[in-house]
């Protein structure tokens, strides 16, 4: 069996897979982010290595399943963060997580010295301040003497790998998250790096997803539960991960969106998927060779819970209430709009500075509507991701959904009506990254011949289909949505702030 880590915004899940890829048990441990004001994300990360080990000792212990029998380990991490180490790996601060957009001006900097397209061409990502290498330029001129013990960069799965083995490396589709990997020449970018002023050095070793990056220390087992000498296997990031996990492994798979903490829409392809207009991002595949061209809202599910702990923070079954409430009023059809930007915006705008609004409110609007509005604004965010995917030729008349708000059959009828194409919710709605880490350390250690057994694991639960008359009105809504953004753009910018890559 393998036990599967999948290391989240809000938690660590460890699930258990057996040979047949079937999910045989799981648990999570949850940790806190400090949230605090200017575009503050931080994580300690030995909560992380708290809540790994915890996860794993009860999922042994539920599931009856004995140390012996694990053949490995495999992680799914959050991306885009920075973890910086010392020389004896110790972190040397608090993880700045993806959502932190504190770097804006150290990604203006980079912007000016490499320019934006060109950055672009190189790494198939945007340079922004959610990605790993401003922030740790942010590190370095704000905190010069915690940056000068600092000797290693890596992110969340990787220090997990850290602690179980003592070495410190990373996979491409990490390394792709991070602003400072050259996807044609499939490794770091010298050119990019060189323009930081930051030293080679921090950058670690990138080997392929699916390799047993070494086996877990005697330490580590004693204080996970498992066996001295358990293989642990790379893994790759978290959006990857769910796109291996959902099924989604060459072009003929189609594009998904995954509602989390934040949300996207993305679809596997054998080349990097260049927009323009820079609208959409292009990570490595965690199968070698091919690609996952994506495009990342902030805040999708974040913008559900955010809505649901404001108006029913404590009420039980408040989703089911309020998603079902939402399903019987009008939003953008009654002049309603939500800007989903509570943390900033990555695509379509790659604006750090933009903040959710509501617009259009009044006095009949209640808690239904102000529900309805802000799905509506997660779909029409999401929408113009599509759109953009459909504008440079990918195929996007289907989409499969995944994570924890696609349990919602009201949410996903908004979608498929909002997006005009049929929406079909996995079977493993919330279990795909995990999933499809799994699958990594099932190739990995030898349990699974190839990646392609990701196809048949996953089966269909709903499928929606868009009422035509009401994606009519969506559509004539949708330009109103983006009108909204491009009216409120400058008043977000203040004097002493920079708007990176308008």
């Known amino acids: 069996m393998i036990i599967a880590h999948d290391l989240g915004t809000t938690g660590n899940k460890a699930t258990l897979v057996d040979s047949a890829g079937t999910i045989v048990a799981a648990v999570t441990v949850h940790y806190g982010t400090d949230f605090s004001s200017g575009g503050k994300a931080e994580q300690n990360p030995e909560d992380w290595w708290k809540a790994l080990c915890s996860a794993t000792r009860t999922l042994l212990a539920n599931s009856g399943v004995k140390a012996v029998d694990i053949a490995g380990v495999s992680f799914s991490g959050q991306m885009m963060g920075a973890v910086l180490l010392d020389a004896a790996g110790i972190p040397v601060r608090p993880a700045i997580i993806w959502a932190d957009t504190r770097s804006s001006v150290q990604a203006a900097q980079l912007t000016e010295r490499i320019g934006l397209e060109e950055a672009y061409r190189i790494t198939g990502h945007r340079l922004n301040p959610t990605y790993s290498i401003s922030k740790v330029m942010w590190v370095r001129d704000n905190e010069p003497e915690v940056y000068s013990r600092a000797r290693h960069l890596v992110l969340a799965k990787d220090y997990m790998i850290f602690r179980l083995t003592g070495e410190i490396l990373t996979d491409p589709s990490d390394a792709s998250s991070t602003n400072a990997f050259d996807q044609g020449a499939h490794r770091w970018s010298e050119d990019i790096i060189s323009a930081t002023g930051l030293s080679t050095d921090l950058f670690p070793v990138i080997v392929e997803s699916a390799t047993v990056a070494g086996t877990i220390s005697a330490e580590a087992a004693s204080a996970c539960g498992l066996l001295a000498g358990t293989p642990v296997v790379v893994g790759g990031g978290d959006g990857p991960m769910a796109a291996l996990g959902s099924g989604i492994v060459d072009e003929a798979s189609g594009p998904y969106a995954y509602l989390?903490?934040?949300?996207?829409?993305?679809?596997?392809?054998?080349?990097?998927?260049?927009?323009?207009?820079?609208?959409?991002?292009?990570?490595?595949?965690?199968?070698?060779?091919?690609?996952?061209?994506?495009?990342?809202?902030?805040?999708?599910?974040?913008?559900?819970?955010?809505?649901?702990?404001?108006?029913?923070?404590?009420?039980?079954?408040?989703?089911?209430?309020?998603?079902?409430?939402?399903?019987?009023?009008?939003a953008s059809d009654d002049g309603l709009f939500f800007l989903p930007h509570l943390l900033g915006e990555r695509s379509p705008y790659w604006d750090p500075n933009v903040r959710a609004t509501f617009v259009g409110l009044a006095r009949h609007h209640g808690q239904e509507h102000l529900t309805r509005a802000v799905v509506e604004g997660v779909a029409f965010n999401l929408h113009t991701c599509l759109k953009a995917f459909r504008e440079n030729g990918a195929k996007t008349d289907r989409v499969d959904v995944i994570g924890g708000a696609a349990n919602s059959i009201p949410l996903l009828q908004i979608l498929s009506d909002v997006w005009g194409v049929s929406v079909r919710r996995r079977a493993l709605v919330d279990e795909a990254t995990a999933l499809g880490a799994a699958i990594v350390g099932g190739v990995g250690v030898g349990l699974f011949e190839s990646f392609d057994i990701a196809s048949t694991l996953s089966t269909y639960t709903a499928e929606l289909e868009p009422d035509e008359a009401a994606h009519r009105r969506y559509e004539n809504e949708h330009p109103r949505f983006i009108d909204a953004y491009r009216r409120l753009e400058s008043w977000f910018s203040t004097s002493d702030e920079v708007v990176v890559g308008r």
């Open 260 to 330: 989390g903490s934040s949300s996207w829409v993305s679809l596997s392809s054998d080349r990097p998927l260049h927009d323009p207009l820079m609208r959409t991002m292009t990570f490595n595949h965690v199968i070698p060779g091919r690609y996952v061209p994506t495009a990342t809202m902030q805040a999708g599910g974040a913008s559900l819970q955010w809505i649901a702990d404001v108006l029913a923070p404590d009420e039980r079954g408040r989703f089911e209430r309020l998603l079902g409430g939402a399903a019987e009023v009008a």
